[in-house]
């Protein structure tokens, strides 16, 4: 089952002007929406250090940091596709 990536956060443009007309490509289609959603609740998590009652249950293992990260950011997903 594939999951939804929510496409790409941070594409970069090339526009070229071809006489007249301004050509454009996606040069590179940058981070997917999941990653960079996953990025941010990873980012809140660890400044909330690990007193606080989450980071009891995730700093210590960071597999478990990075998957609860991707959770969030699945659920963030969902959420938005649901509207």
């Given at each position: 089952?594939?999951?939804?990536?929510?496409?790409?956060?941070?594409?970069?443009?090339?526009?070229?002007r071809v006489g007249e007309y301004v050509h454009s490509d996606i040069v590179h289609p940058g981070m997917t929406l999941r990653d960079w959603f996953?990025?941010?609740?990873?980012?809140?998590?660890?400044?909330?250090?690990?007193?606080?009652?989450?980071?009891?249950?995730?700093?210590?293992?960071?597999?478990k940091c990075a998957t609860w990260a991707y959770e969030q950011a699945d659920a963030m997903l969902k959420t938005r596709e649901a509207k």
């Open positions: 089952m594939s999951k939804s990536d929510g496409g790409a956060a941070f594409p970069t443009m090339e526009f070229e996953a990025g941010m609740c990873m980012q809140g998590m660890l400044a909330s250090g690990p007193g606080s009652q989450m980071g009891l249950q995730v700093w210590s293992n960071n597999d």
